[in-house]
């Protein structure tokens, strides 16, 4: 374990307080805990003042403590131990952690860094001559399987090669970071295989469930086994019923005629499983896409791949959303084949929060900041 200080005085700013945004936000978080537990808010304060100012300044320590009622010394122990939390200035335009774990060593990670010596500065946590860059070696991030990657703030850049680093570092230099396209880095989405899906490309036939009506096994004659041809043959008067085994063809023509009647429950199942046709007058109304769309992604269970068909079928503005109503909802679930996740995440009140007063709106109903 490493030992980590804070940042020498001369670069210590006097004072700090959160700007009015952050303020909001940090009284939604600390009401989320039970009374008397408001202290455990003690971690996500500490990120939102490193997130507002770059770096966990001591000044922002000391607030932090005063603001929870906590001995100093605490909250001094939780920013010493997590190295999530950044003791000295960073660059003010980008601070690169290059994934140094074995799945992205063994993808190149080490070029990776060789090109973050390169171009901002031999050691890490190191500022370039200009302070706009820094970069440093972490653990694991949890994209292993798109490795080797970097993760800069709050974005994951998957897929590298030292080339495209290079290109995402200029832009952050640039002051273009915004522009470039976090995640994979090469044509897969997440972390689907590269150049689409290779499996489960068949039609998916519908499941029966245990609530389903199950077809009766329809009874047909079969042979005899050889060990029943060997039994005495039953020569009990028909007249007795108590003797006789009673005759099969009834019972097989109401297995027949359950059979039928469940038939059309698996052609039903299907049907509702068919995507909804643009046609559908309950379709949601487009628009031509406007010189600057929203950014759709801010809406929590939104990305990439649905944005674009949303702007397909006409879907650039928040306002759009958030005034569908409960047939419009159904039939755009049922289009993105993803039953159910419009009104699980509630992209209607979203997008009316987005839609009202972006994201200083959106924190104030939600007590966080849309992703």
């Known amino acids: ?59 922002a320590i000391e607030y932090v403590a005063n603001r929870l009622e906590m001995p100093l010394i605490r909250v001094l122990e939780v920013a010493t131990f997590y190295t999530q939390f950044q003791l000295k200035p960073v660059g003010t335009r980008a601070h690169i952690q290059v994934c140094g774990t074995t799945p992205c060593m063994l993808r190149g990670a080490e070029d990776l860094m060789k090109v973050c010596q390169h171009k901002i500065h031999h050691d890490p946590f190191e500022l370039n001559a200009d302070g706009t860059l820094s970069w440093e070696e972490v653990e694991c991030q949890g994209a292993c399987v798109n490795a080797p990657m970097v993760i800069i703030f709050k974005d994951a850049y998957e897929d590298l090669t030292p080339e495209r680093l290079e290109e995402i570092i200029d832009a952050f230099e640039a002051g273009k970071g915004a522009e470039v396209k976090a995640g994979p880095q090469i044509a897969r989405d997440f972390s689907a295989p590269e150049g689409g899906a290779t499996t489960l490309l068949e039609d998916i036939k519908p499941v029966r469930t245990n609530l389903e009506p199950q077809p009766a096994p329809v009874v047909d004659a079969a042979p005899v086994p050889p060990a029943e041809a060997a039994r005495p043959k039953d020569t009990a008067p028909e007249t007795d019923p108590k003797l006789k085994t009673p005759v099969t ?18 052609t039903k199942s299907a049907a509702k499983a068919e995507k909804p046709s643009l046609d559908d007058p309950r379709r949601p109304k487009g628009i031509d896409k406007p010189a600057t769309p929203d950014d759709l992604q801010l809406i929590s269970g939104v990305g990439p791949k649905i944005e674009s068909i949303l702007h397909d079928i006409g879907i650039f503005t928040f306002a759009q ?39 200083a709106e959106y924190i104030k109903v939600f007590g966080k900041k849309p992703r």
């Not at 063809?249 to 698996?266: D, L, Q």
């Open 321 to 359: 959303i958030a005034a569908w109503k409960q047939d419009e909802i159904e039939w755009a679930d049922g289009y993105l084949n993803f039953r159910g996740r419009i009104e699980r995440d509630d992209w209607v009140k979203q997008a009316d929060a987005l839609a009202r007063g972006g994201e």
């Open 1 to 59: 374990m490493s030992v980590r200080r804070l940042a020498e005085d001369k670069v210590q700013p006097a004072a700090f307080g959160f700007n009015e945004e952050n303020a909001v936000w940090a009284d939604a978080t600390i009401r989320k805990y039970p009374e008397g537990r408001q202290q455990s808010a003690v971690i996500p304060l500490l990120m939102r003042a490193q997130e507002q100012d770059g770096w966990v300044t001591k000044a």
């Open 249 to 266: 063809a009834p019972a097989a023509a109401a297995a027949n005629a359950k059979a039928a009647e469940a038939e059309p429950v698996a």
